[in-house]
């Protein structure tokens, strides 16, 4: 399923990323009450760089596991 960046990430005010929901990429998980600035990578992605694109994810129990990015 394909969701907006803005459905799984928030930007806050001091310009760091936090998701929305438990995510896994990469084998990495995490969810809210992480934050994490520009030059942070999980899987080898930099979210920073695709706030405008979408996220091709599968829900398994809970938790959005980031496939691919559009």
């Known amino acids: 399923?394909?969701?907006r960046f803005d459905?799984?990430?928030t930007e806050n005010s001091a310009g760091?990323?936090?998701p929305i929901r438990q995510i896994r990429v990469g084998g990495v998980s995490f969810g809210p009450g992480v934050s994490f600035g520009p030059d942070a990578t999980f899987g080898g992605?930099?979210?920073?760089?695709?706030k405008d694109h979408e996220l091709e994810v599968d829900d398994e129990?809970?938790?959005l596991v980031i496939k691919?990015?559009?």
């Open 1 to 3: 399923m394909r969701y």
């Open 16 to 18: 760091t990323l936090s």
């Open 45 to 50: 992605v930099n979210f920073h760089k695709y």
């Open 61 to 63: 129990g809970g938790t």
């Open 68 to 70: 691919a990015i559009y």
């Open 7 to 9: 459905q799984i990430f």
